[in-house]
């Protein structure tokens, strides 16, 4: 009868723990706003992580405690302790569970990376070819005007937006192929797919938009890319996330997510102002 109740009270201290654990993992209030289509994929691993390593934190130091505590020396006490040699069972199943755990945690975080990263021949759809052949012929056809109109940026079914992002010390400089528009922050429409292409000039630097889950390093010599969908119209912090230099922590600008509307007229005055001026963007050297 005792074993009865030792091991109701282990089965009721365990569902305890993985209720606490859930508790704690869904309701997370670590997270500032969600602001784009990928930002739950991300949240929902990191919830899921959140209860493994719940679950795991209350188990190990529930055991330590337990072991202090009953297995404590009595006084009066000089022995060696239980000479336990080895559990077969209980080695293996602590092999075994982690591993578990870890291979399903790199598939889940691949499946999400996939998501974020995808690849050329998949950015690449036949309409892409088939919109970015009419911008060059309409480039051809009439030299000295921009090949992409705001018109085409904007319009409902339009591709993928592309933006080159050239990371520096100690700045970010966005450019639009097509157009000749190079800025200092980064704009984008509300509820349109985006790529970014992005490159280093000098070292390693990180673009990092915590608000919408996104983050990518920025190499030398290696061209890096990010896919996201921006869903909260808004102003978000553009961040460094990789120590760069002595003013990595002054590297930082904003990204802009305009409604539809709002996007099509910065980017008219935008052109209008490449037009008259090339663009001058000065970034910090020490
Ligand atoms: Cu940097």
């Known amino acids: 009868m005792q074993k009865f109740w030792r091991t109701a009270l282990m089965v009721a201290g365990f569902g305890g723990i993985v209720a606490l654990s859930l508790w704690f993992g869904l309701k997370t209030p670590f997270f500032p706003v969600a602001a784009s289509g990928e930002a739950e994929l991300s949240d929902e691993l990191f919830r899921r992580m959140a209860v493994i390593a719940g679950v795991l934190f209350c188990l ?104 080159e992002v050239q990371g520096m010390q100690y700045a ?57 969908t921006p869903t909260v119209p808004g102003e978000y912090p553009v961040v460094c996330a990789e120590l760069c230099g002595s003013y990595h922590g002054g590297m930082r600008t904003q990204m802009i997510v305009h409604t539809v509307d709002e996007f099509g007229t910065w980017l008219q005055t935008a052109q209008a102002e490449a037009q008259v001026q090339p663009p001058t963007i000065a970034a910090i050297q020490p």
């Open 172 to 228: 970010w400089i966005f450019s639009y192929p097509g157009t000749e528009v190079t800025t200092g922050e980064l704009h984008v429409p509300v509820g349109r797919r985006v790529r970014l292409d992005i490159h280093a000039s000098d070292v390693i630097h990180s673009f990092w938009v915590p608000q919408l889950r996104i983050k990518q390093d920025a190499v030398p010599g290696m061209d890096t890319h990010l896919e996201f």
């Open 60 to 163: 190990v130091q529930g055991a330590l405690l337990v072991s202090m505590v009953r297995f404590r020396q009595r006084p009066g006490d000089n022995g060696d302790g239980l000479a336990e040699k080895e559990n077969v069972l209980l080695e293996f199943a602590w092999t075994a569970a982690p591993v578990a755990i870890v291979l399903w945690l790199s598939i889940a975080s691949f499946d999400v990376y996939n998501v974020m990263h995808h690849d050329e021949a998949a950015a690449s759809t036949p309409f892409a070819h088939h919109h970015m052949g009419m911008a060059t012929a309409q480039a051809s056809e009439a030299p000295g005007t921009s090949a992409v109109t705001p018109e085409d940026l904007t319009a409902p079914d339009a591709n993928t937006l592309r933006v």
